[in-house]
């Protein structure tokens, strides 16, 4: 229903504009109606000024889905205008009139474009997913439309040419070679009939990359695992059997849900190795049957990447990526990699070994399988570590880990206080709104904590911001982190496993990166860095989850408020090391299949997915039928969804980075002031402001090394 008035009420929008100045026809009631409607939409619509509220947070009481289209279409007409008067401007170019102003422009269309995208992340509707399948081509010719514009480039060239006679700034200086490469890496150098080949190449990968990740969301609500007996549930604690329960909603049945990982974290605690392969397969087969397969897809959003890298003089989408990364190419991503794999692959092989005498002990008479690895392996663990996982979580209760934790941690390092304000509305009732005043007592930003699983939101976990900090637009940030933890049932409080812990706290980093941020430009602002630099700050504050005094602070009994036992916690911190082989093993398998997708030419045919995946594995002696890839290509949205396309290695090469900082720091005193506020002032401020190999070096003195890195994941006790 809504679709049909959504669809009239545009029509007649679009009538209207090309017929402004002609008077309705009285006897057209239907068109009338229509046209009021249309305007009463837009007369209320809440994107078409600033939000009152602090900081321009959106006012999300005043915002219906019916509002988003009006937006976009006003958002992306008024950007455009904008867009040609830079471009034809009479005067010469001047990086003020131009570059400048680009920065300015698109004010509405930023505004929508960000709620949208967040509520589309994090509350999705048939609506919504609607909504973003109609924009998706619009959108991709909108960009072409302002990177393939000749007049505006000329300009853009043009200052970039005298640039040595500008007298600019640092970040000036920066934000110029920015544009400039934005604009040639986008084909604005390329001929008039490359660049029509390029605007077609572009629109079809907008359009697939949106059915892509929209699939993602149907696919893992239908491929959750009924379960009909309460009996198959053994070894579940009660209250993960009631939230099965609720998440059913039929008497005597249970729906298990389905993580965003191959992996599935349920498997480690159910005795029924049946119902543990139904679950595995259902995650690994995902997006491979009926209407549900994606795989059609994966292989053409590859070729579209690599026929899009030709025209861009190219040899792969891969170098296209990287070269403005800490990376710089795809063999400096792989000799990184395969320098791992040797001792990776063999330490996986003596964690097997050690599955399979387990296997053995419990009568089991079959090799390790993919299903059976975490729950053998958590009976490993206990029995190295004694260590029960439902005895460890009743000292991390939520809300204490955030509080106590996570907010006790981010006062200690950089002064800074989270306050609750319920008179900020909220997306959702799991959302909680918090304002952020800095050591000083000014305000900083407003923060909201998304961190419960539920029906529409994607899986995996993230930070976005609804507002960008930027002193040339005299805006603050309004950032997000959201999560999938699966929420206790109502009355009962929600207990963590350490890995959760650790993820708020990682979460947490990308959130003050975008908080903290101090800069001119908005384009410079706060996350917007390389994708192997992004990770640097979130991995790095990963650690303080198992600092002393953190811990002492908010690892406590839920129901007694008594501090987790110090021979608990150090079977705890002593068991971090447990299963690497396979954790790092599953990541690595997943960064090959990505950037074998990714090194492809453009000459190259439509290629098979499962073929191109066990090619890629054996390629690079990573392939343990046992231990399978993090991510399969049909549902590995960081790579096939766009984002992290040729870039999934960031998140290992972003970790040498935190490793190494976190060691600094602690040979510096560990958790002060002193340590947070230079941490502050090099790192999370500066944004894309320089070269982040720069901010880097400011920050510690030197480039990394790898030492950190081997103690983190266990491979090394000490540094030489």
């Known amino acids: 229903m809504r679709k049909t008035l959504i669809a009239t009420a545009i029509g007649v929008a679009l009538a209207l504009t090309a017929c402004s100045e002609q008077p309705v026809a009285p006897a057209d009631l239907a068109a009338d109606t229509a046209v009021e409607a249309m305007q009463d939409i837009s007369k209320d619509n809440p994107f078409f000024q600033p939000f009152a509220l602090q900081y321009g947070a959106p006012d999300f009481r005043l915002i219906e889905d019916e509002h988003f289209l009006p937006a976009f279409e006003k958002g992306m007409a008024e950007h455009m205008a904008e867009i040609d008067a830079i471009a034809n401007n009479p005067e010469a170019p001047t990086f003020d009139n131009t570059i400048v102003a680009m920065e300015r422009s698109g004010e509405l269309l930023t505004r929508v474009s960000r709620v949208f995208s967040n509520l589309s992340g994090t509350d999705s509707n048939e609506k919504r997913r609607e909504i973003a399948r109609e924009l998706s ?8 439309n302002i990177n393939l514009n000749p007049a505006l480039f000329a300009r853009i060239e043009a200052i970039y040419n005298q640039r040595d006679s500008l007298d600019l700034d640092a970040e000036s200086s920066r934000l110029l070679d920015i544009y400039y490469d934005r604009f040639v890496r986008s084909g604005a150098t390329l001929t008039e009939e490359q660049q029509v080949k390029i605007r077609a190449l572009n629109e079809e990968h907008s359009r697939l990359t949106t059915e892509f990740s929209q699939k993602q969301l149907q696919i893992t609500r239908e491929i959750a695992v009924v379960v009909e007996s309460e009996d198959e549930l053994d070894g579940l604690s009660a209250s993960q059997i009631r939230s099965a329960a609720t998440a059913a909603g039929h008497e005597g049945k249970f729906l298990l849900s389905i993580t965003n990982t191959t992996r599935q974290p349920i498997l480690t605690s159910l005795h029924n190795r049946e119902l543990r392969q139904r679950i595995w397969e259902a995650s690994a087969f995902r997006g491979t049957q009926g209407d549900h397969d994606v795989r059609p897809i994966v292989s053409r959003l590859a070729q579209i990447r690599a026929e899009r890298a030709e025209l861009l003089g190219y ?5 296209y990526m990287l070269e403005n990364t800490m990376a710089q190419n795809p063999q400096n991503v792989l000799d990184m990699l395969t320098s791992m794999v040797p001792a990776v692959v063999a330490n996986t092989k003596q964690e097997q070994a050690d599955i399979q005498e387990m ?5 089991g008479d079959f090799d390790v399988q993919p299903w059976d690895w975490e729950y053998y392996a958590e009976l490993v663990r206990q029995e190295k570590y004694d260590l029960d996982e439902n005895e460890v979580k009743q000292y991390f209760e939520f809300n204490r880990v955030l509080h106590d934790g996570v907010f006790y941690t981010m ?3 950089y002064g800074i206080r989270f306050e609750p304000r319920p008179d900020l509305p909220v997306y959702h009732p799991d959302v909680e709104a918090y304002e952020v005043f800095d050591h000083d007592g000014t305000s900083l930003a407003i923060f909201y904590a998304d ?10 976990a993230w930070m976005s911001a609804f507002v960008t900090q930027s002193h040339l637009l005299g805006t603050k940030p309004v950032v997000v982190n959201v999560m999938n933890i699966p929420k ?8 963590i496993s350490y890995d959760h812990t650790t993820t708020i706290f990682h979460e947490i980093g990308h959130g003050i990166h975008g908080m903290f941020s101090d800069v001119h430009f908005p ?5 917007a860095v390389s994708r192997d630099f992004v990770e640097f700050p979130s991995t790095f504050e990963e650690d303080w989850a198992a600092h002393p005094e953190v811990l002492a602070n908010y690892a406590k009994h839920h129901e007694t408020g008594e501090p987790i036992p110090t021979e608990l916690l150090e079977r705890v911190m002593t068991s971090r090391s447990f299963n690497q082989g396979f954790d790092t093993l599953e990541y690595i398998a997943a960064s090959f299949i990505d950037m074998e997708w990714h090194m492809l030419g453009a000459d190259a045919p439509l290629q098979d997915v499962a073929e191109l995946e066990a090619y890629a594995l054996a390629k690079y002696g990573v392939d343990l039928p046992a231990v399978p890839p993090r991510y399969k290509s049909t549902f590995f949205n960081h790579s096939i969804g766009g984002g992290y396309a040729a870039s999934y290695y960031a998140y290992i090469w972003s970790e040498i980075l935190a490793a190494d900082a976190f060691a600094y720091v602690q040979s510096r005193g560990g958790l002060t002031r002193e340590n947070g506020d230079h941490y502050r002032k090099h790192i999370l401020e500066v944004g894309n402001s320089r070269p982040p190999m720069e901010s880097y070096i400011k920050f510690r003195g030197q480039e990394p090394t790898t030492e950190a890195l081997l103690i983190r994941r266990g491979l090394k006790t ?3």
């Open 137 to 144: 081509p619009k959108f991709a010719a909108h960009s072409d």
């Open 315 to 319: 040899a792969n989408w891969a170098e």
């Open 488 to 495: 206790a049932p109502e009355g009962e409080p929600t207990l």
């Open 411 to 413: 006062n200690r390092l």
């Open 523 to 527: 384009s410079l602002a706060g996350t």
């Open 451 to 460: 961190y419960f699983a539920r029906e529409g939101k994607r899986g995996g």
């Open 718 to 720: 000490q540094l030489d």
């Open 359 to 363: 296997i053995r002990r419990h009568g």
